[in-house]
């Protein structure tokens, strides 16, 4: 069983609405939780981190945490052609090294 | 300030050959780490470096692949002799300085990637 597991996609929209994006993943201790996003060929660039139960919103992003069920998602409101990439799902545990362990991966097209 | 550059963006070579890539982090980073993506494959952690000391190299797929961190600055990762199952883009990441605080995270930089084919 992956330990953190995302849908690849694609998932499509229509410009305007809501993308959602979600990411379950094995359980751990002291986990944090980052959402990056990556254009073809770009580095992957940070989009949010959450480390406590519930929302945190910044902008158009809002991340969810719920760690009884064990996922994170991503929403992304009024979504723009613009966010069409690929939205990568790292959890970071909380003793050792902090490494990163990442999802596959949610392509999103935002169709205009 | 410069973000994390990586070199060469992009390497071709046979069966055999010798690769290295270098990864320059954000400057005044302490971490550096190594991911790599194979085809349809999640990007993996390969090894992490604490300025010149690696912390751990648990992700290093065999004795084929070598890293260093020369003086704590910029690393390259060398892969000797290379197959073709090590086709894929190699990611360096950077963070700053020291443990992340205990419940908070630890937001590291990505670099845009080498992409590496083995023929």
């Known amino acids: 069983q992956k330990e953190v597991e995302q849908n690849s996609g694609p998932l499509s929209v229509p410009e305007g609405a809501i993308a959602s994006l979600n990411c379950t993943y094995s359980?751990?201790?002291?986990?944090?939780f980052f959402w990056y996003r990556q254009y073809s060929g770009k580095s992957p660039e940070l989009i949010m981190s959450?480390?406590s139960n519930g929302d945190k919103e910044d902008g158009r992003f809002t991340a969810q945490l719920n760690k009884a069920s064990q996922y994170v998602s991503l929403l992304i409101r009024d979504s723009q052609p613009s966010d069409s990439a690929t939205y990568l799902c790292?959890?970071?545990w909380g003793s050792g090294t902090y490494k990163y362990i990442f999802g596959t991966g949610t392509r999103l097209k935002v169709l205009a | 300030e410069a973000g994390v550059t990586q070199f060469p963006s992009h390497s071709v070579i046979e069966k055999g050959q010798t690769v290295t890539l270098r990864c320059d982090p954000i400057?005044?980073?302490?971490?550096l780490y190594w991911y790599r993506r194979v085809m349809g494959k999640e990007i993996k952690f390969l090894l992490h470096?604490?300025?010149?000391?690696?912390?751990?190299e648990s992700g290093m797929p065999n004795n084929r692949f070598l890293a260093e961190r020369t003086g704590g600055t910029y690393s390259t990762l060398k892969v000797q002799p290379a197959e073709l199952e090590d086709s894929g883009v190699y990611f360096c990441?950077?963070?700053?300085?020291?443990?992340?605080?205990?419940?908070?995270?630890?937001?590291?930089?990505f670099g845009a990637g080498t992409r590496l084919s083995v023929l």
């Open positions: 959450i480390y």
């Open positions: 790292a959890v970071s």
């Open positions: 359980d751990r201790v002291s986990q944090s």
């Open positions: 990441a950077s963070s700053p300085r020291g443990q992340p605080t205990p419940g908070a995270g630890n937001i590291q930089y």
């Open positions: 400057s005044g980073h302490d971490n």
């Open positions: 470096f604490v300025k010149e000391s690696k912390q751990d």
